[in-house]
T-cell receptor, first 109, second 114 residues
Framework: DAKTTQPNSMESNEEEPVHLPCNHSTISGTDYIHWYRQLPSQGPEYVIHGLTSNVNNRMASLAIAEDRKSSTLILHRATLRDAAVYYCISNFGNEKLTFGTGTRLTIIP | NAGVTQTPKFRILKIGQSMTLQCTQDMNHNYMYWYRQDPGMGLKLIYYSVGAGITDKGEVPNGYNVSRSTTEDFPLRLELAAPSQTSVYFC?????????????FGEGSRLTVL
């Protein structure tokens, strides 16, 4: 079944790095890996996406395994504003992005 | 910067009533999507469109209809509302099908069917 797998929840201390894992063993060679996050009572917002190489932007870094069967979203220094549900998703060869239930990240002050 | 605009933000319907959720984007994006999110759950794709005049079903299309007569607008029609359609609905747009680019989401429309 084409889907991504993430832990239901994670906790992290404020101002420490956070590593959010994702497994996507059925991904094909041309499928991008996307990360979105959803703050409480808001729509999802884009975080980062990549294909093969590790990617960095102002929000986070994305580390993609060499075999592309897993990836890790890295928040370098978590703040309370980073508390959200994080979705790891892919298109699995078609035009649409299918969301799972994501990882609920709690930041401990 | 308007981005993706959804109306209404809140609506209560009685069983059997019909309504249209409006979605407009001002970014000239070809791709548009409708998702629903039930409490504590992830998003499920209802319908999507890759351009004006073209629509296709997602995971959960039953009970809904869409049209795409212009690039900007992608309304979602609920016919014969049922309690199972109580949910938060999100519209999104993208300039490259979401596979290569960023999805921009609206703020959501919260629908309750009683």
């Amino acid at each position: 079944d084409a889907k991504t797998t993430q832990p239901n929840s994670m906790e992290s201390n404020e101002e420490e790095p956070v590593h959010l894992p994702c497994n996507h063993s059925t991904i094909s060679g041309t499928d991008y890996i996307h990360w979105y996050r959803q703050l409480p009572s808001q729509g999802p917002e884009y975080v980062i996406h990549g294909l093969t190489s590790n990617v960095n932007n102002r929000m986070a870094s994305l580390a993609i395994a060499e075999d592309r069967k897993s990836s890790t979203l890295i928040l370098h220094r978590a703040t309370l504003r980073d508390a959200a549900v994080y979705y790891c998703i892919s298109n699995f060869g078609n035009e649409k992005l299918t969301f799972g239930t994501g990882t609920r990240l709690t930041i401990i002050p | 910067n308007a981005g993706v605009t959804q109306t209404p933000k809140f609506r209560i319907l009685k069983i059997g009533q019909s309504m249209t959720l409006q979605c407009t984007q001002d970014m000239n994006h070809n791709y548009m999507y409708w998702y629903r999110q039930d409490p504590g759950m992830g998003l499920k794709l209802i319908y999507y469109s890759v351009g004006a005049g073209i629509t296709d079903k997602g995971e959960v299309p039953n009970g809904y209809n869409v049209s795409r007569s212009t690039t900007e607008d992608f309304p979602l029609r609920l016919e014969l509302a049922a309690p199972s359609q109580t949910s938060v609905y999100f519209c999104a747009s993208s300039n490259s099908g979401g596979t290569l680019g960023e999805l921009f989401f609206g703020e959501g429309s919260r629908l309750t069917v009683l």
